[in-house]
DNA sequence: TAGATTGTTAATCGATTAACAATC
DNA sequence: TAGATTGTTAATCGATTAACAATC
């Protein structure tokens, strides 16, 4: 059973399970039920029990789900169970609103390094980084054996970014241009857009 | 046909075929395939050329897709063949870089309104944006009739803004807040949360 | 005409749901 | 024990793919 892959549709919902437990915690909540969980996310009850139940069996007949050991459970199978490094490349406007933002925090990731072409950033502090000229960047972020990448530069010079994060052995991005980068097979990339997550509700609107 | 519920699945691939397009084009291209598509997407060619054709035939045996016209095609569609006028609750650091972003230009949006708490702030400019005080939030978006707002307040604050928003007659939310908003039947929310997908990927990292 | 690629059908594949025995 | 809720199976539902006739 746990041998066999496990779907990415069913991986995708682990961290929004992960996000409603919080939440439901943070209302000083010790248990909840699968029934619980589906009324906050819009999902079944009966999807939740199987996409957990992949994992093995977190819950207690009658009882439902121990939020701390729950938490504890997926934050193991997602990997998050420690923090991440995290490089930032591209400390614009955005990238330092990243690098500030306090979500991150206990949540996984830290965003230790950022990368920047211009000569007047360079020594500047945002969050836990301290702003680095971008042509060191390859050996800076291998020598750290940092995997993971956020790409905030502007969408022209994205691709080239993503090439050079590659051959730095980062096996993981998450790119804040709205383009669809190229990566090889191994890589694992994902795009924030804000513009597509609109587009997809404005075919509803009239 | 036309008159078939299409699934929001398909809905949802559409502003990625769209933002697709619109790199093809930047690179002089007048014409397309669904193979080339598909090549750029990670999605196969013969699910493109179903998803489009629920919506009519847009291309030509042999010839492929006018990318000019698919794209006016798909705008029409998804409606973003005009601009929206966007409000934008939080003129924080992020609410600042979203409110500078250039990427909204061209694709559909116009963020033209922007509220915030702290009174040191209004009457500041961004963007197509002057801070007004939050407190005066409803009746603004209600009066200029606009239906699609963005919410860049902190996540304690973010269901209460929701509800106000709801009651301004505000349709469409794109919440940056690491919440699930609870929201009405027929009120349409998307969350942006970085941590989300980063841990969709941490699973497949060692 | 020959070659290419669409639009569409039927077959396959996979995901979701309903239902309930197991059990806390 | 009675009530509640899980974990799991089987049935349903829906989405994707393969294949090809239509046609530019």
Redesign the pocket.
Known sequence: MLNDKI?D??ISRLPQYLRALNWLEMDGKQT????ELADHLG?????I??D??QFG?????????SIPYLTKELRKILHVDHNWEVALVGVGQLGIAIANYQGFQGRGFNIVMGFDSDPGKIGKKYGNLTVQPIAGMDVAIKNAGIVIAMITVPAGQAQDIADRLVKAEVKTILNYAPINLMVPQGIRMRVIDPVIELQRMTYYLE
């Not at 909840?32 to 029934?35: E, L, N």
């Not at 069996?57 to 789900?65: I, L, V």
């Open positions: 779907p549709i069913i909840t039920s699968s029934q999902i079944s009850a009966a999807q029990r199987k957990l139940s069996g977190f819950g207690k007949q009658g009882m439902g789900y």
